[in-house]
């Protein structure tokens, strides 16, 4: 019974490592897809509500010497903590103080306005092309000009150089010699 039972076990073991499974192996090749120029990406934009009320919270480093944590970091975790208190998404002109003991920085303090995005919404065409062209003089940059769906680059004629202005004639002397 049990040379029959270990028989049985020994068997099916062989049966089940000695079958291959078959691999079955797929190919594929990607395609591009030509997309006219009048083709952009969907931008969203949104409101931006910023409290009236001014926030500030103190975060003080580890006490153990052997953590390391940088200015950064630390203005970092300010700005996280301030934001998760405040329920808020960004937090509008941070101030920093950083207070420094025997070299190693102690504590950091943030400042500034929380704020919540709201009111998303897709922006038009016309809208991102005005936003590309306000970009672009703003940062001095190549104008874009959007003829019919048609994308050119066009560098922006430099202002005309004031014309030169002769310098003014010397007041008139009198010449004529008074007699005393």
Known sequence: MKKTLLFA????????TSCKSPMVTTSRTAETMKMPVETWAQWTTSDLEVSPIKVRLTVEAPKNEKVVISEAQMRENAIGELLEKNNADILVNPL??????????ARVTVSGYPARHTNFRNISFEEQSNYMIEKAKAQNAPQIVINGGEIKNEVAAPAPAP?????????????SKSKK
């Open 96 to 105: 920093y103080t950083t207070e420094y003991v025997d070299g190693r920085i």
């Open 9 to 16: 076990i020994v068997a099916c073991g062989a049966i089940l």
């Open 163 to 175: 014309a030169p202005v002769a310098p003014a004639p010397a007041p008139a002397q009198n010449k």
